[in-house]
């Protein structure tokens, strides 16, 4: 999280740099635009982990890497008996499994609480009263305000290839 900071950042210094050369109100709007797009994500951020805290301590915990390694039961005593399946079988049967665990509207009422975050719908607040500010006052540039919208989409994807 600290080096997507570290990204996003240093591309709106470039961003500020460049506005010295663009038209008055370019600083403004981009500026505006990126702190209501980097609030958006710090709250769904904090919505989604919110989220996974509360499903993860919900769930009893399972030694995964036993499920992992013994999930046929090949290291059981020899006397119990095995059930042989085949691989197109225990595909079958898996994929039910994750059909059956994304259940539609049981599964948007269990994630919701990430997309109604108080925290990322004070973010899209932000972002309208500043457009609406803006465009009050006739300072709007559409372009600018789109630039500084595009800060914290560009800092996500240069993490992404960066790594």
Same mark, same amino acid.
């Given at each position: 999280?600290?080096?997507?900071? %570290?990204?996003?950042?240093?591309?709106?210094?470039?961003?500020?740099?460049?506005?010295?050369?663009?038209?008055?109100?370019?600083?403004?709007?981009? %500026?505006?635009?990126?702190?209501? !797009?980097?609030?958006?994500?710090?709250?769904?951020?904090?919505?989604? $982990?919110?989220?996974? %805290?509360?499903?993860?301590?919900?769930?009893?915990?399972?030694?995964?890497?036993?499920?992992?390694?013994?999930?046929?039961?090949?290291?059981?005593?020899?006397?119990?008996?095995?059930? %042989? $399946?085949?691989? $197109?079988?225990?595909?079958?049967?898996?994929?039910?499994?994750? $059909?059956?665990?994304?259940?539609?509207?049981?599964?948007?009422?269990?994630?919701?609480?990430?997309?109604?975050?108080?925290?990322?719908?004070?973010?899209?607040?932000?972002?309208?009263? !500043?457009?609406?500010?803006?465009?009050?006052?006739?300072?709007?540039?559409?372009?600018?305000?789109?630039?500084?919208?595009?800060?914290?989409?560009?800092?996500?994807?240069?993490?992404?290839?960066?790594?």
């Amino acid at each position: 999280m600290k080096r997507f900071f %570290q990204i996003a950042f240093f591309l709106d210094l470039l961003y500020i740099g460049y506005s010295f050369f663009a038209s008055p109100y370019f600083l403004l709007n981009s %500026q505006l635009a990126f702190i209501a !797009s980097l609030l958006i994500v710090l709250g769904s951020f904090h919505g989604y $982990k919110k989220v996974v %805290q509360k499903r993860a301590a919900s769930r009893p915990y399972r030694d995964a890497i036993e499920t992992i390694e013994d999930r046929f039961g090949l290291y059981e005593e020899e006397g119990s008996e095995v059930e %042989q $399946k085949d691989a $197109k079988e225990i595909f079958e049967e898996e994929r039910a499994k994750i $059909k059956a665990s994304r259940a539609g509207l049981r599964h948007f009422v269990q994630s919701a609480g990430g997309f109604f975050s108080p925290y990322r719908l004070g973010g899209y607040f932000v972002l309208i009263l !500043s457009v609406l500010v803006l465009v009050r006052r006739g300072l709007f540039e559409p372009w600018s305000f789109l630039a500084g919208l595009a800060i914290v989409p560009l800092a996500a994807l240069v993490m992404a290839f960066i790594g």
